[in-house]
């Protein structure tokens, strides 16, 4: 069966530089929500997006935006990257926004270290 | 405020002894509530959920939980750990409102001995 794709798996950036995290859905889900996990840390919500359009924000930095496109893939883009930025980057899918009984199903993530 | 508390760190069993991994949870409403397990560089992986019905939840790998209301709890547990068990587990609960979002608890890192 089809799983959430994350690209690319692993990153490297400098410092103030800018990147680009890609995520494709599972076919036929319109939802998408975007977690960032710190070493050792929990995983923290980001933001997410229902058809196309935002629909929930969370500790999302002002130098982040994210969009969702026609085909429902998402993009999670950083700009003025900082050291702290380094963790891992999850995408997640579900059905549905609406439907709160709905497993997310999570990505391989993208492991972003800034140097 | 919605949160998830799973109050230890690392969770160490010997394999083929039973094993709990808490959580306690804090939410308005009714809540819905989530195990996901995390293998290293691997993502999250779905457990079991709980909605409605019956406190005991079965879910993969052979994993339950018990949901208590009065305790606002909901444990994981296993009758019998196996080494491949081993792994960080995330208790979380889904915020009742438009978007769904998933609150993660700090998580818990099981080890199982042989």
């Known amino acids: 069966a089809a799983g959430v794709i994350q690209s690319p798996r692993h990153l490297i950036k400098e ?3 800018t990147a680009t995290l890609k995520c ?12 960032q996990q710190g070493p050792g840390q929990d995983p923290q ?10 629909s929930d924000k969370g500790s999302i930095p002002d130098r982040f935006s994210a969009q969702q496109f026609s085909d429902y893939h998402s993009e999670l883009n950083m700009s003025s990257l900082e050291l702290g930025d380094s963790a891992l980057y999850f995408c997640a899918s579900s059905p549905t926004n609406r ?8 990505g391989s993530g993208t492991q972003l270290s800034v140097l | 405020a919605q949160s998830v508390a799973q109050p230890e760190d690392q969770v160490n069993v010997a394999e083929g002894n039973p094993l709990t991994v808490k959580c306690t949870y804090s939410v ?18 779905f457990l079991l959920k709980y909605i ?3 406190n ?3 879910g993969s790998y052979g994993f339950e939980a018990e949901f208590n209301k009065s305790q606002t709890s909901f444990h994981l547990k296993k009758p019998s750990a196996l080494v491949s068990d081993s792994a960080l ?26």
């Open chain 2, 52 to 54: 409605t019905g019956d």
């Open chain 1, 45 to 54: 919500f980001l933001i997410s997006f229902y058809e196309k359009m935002q």
């Open chain 1, 24 to 35: 494709y859905p599972i076919p036929r889900h319109d939802t998408v929500y975007w977690y």
């Open chain 1, 99 to 106: 439907g709160l009984t709905e497993k997310l199903f999570f």
């Open chain 2, 56 to 58: 005991l939840v079965k």
């Open chain 2, 28 to 45: 308005s409403g009714n809540p819905y509530l989530f195990w996901y397990v995390q293998y290293p560089n691997r993502g999250l992986q």
């Open chain 1, 15 to 17: 410092k103030r530089e």
């Open chain 2, 89 to 114: 587990y995330f208790c979380a609960v889904r915020v009742p409102s438009n978007t769904g979002k998933l609150i993660f608890g700090q998580g818990t890192t099981l080890q199982v001995k042989p």
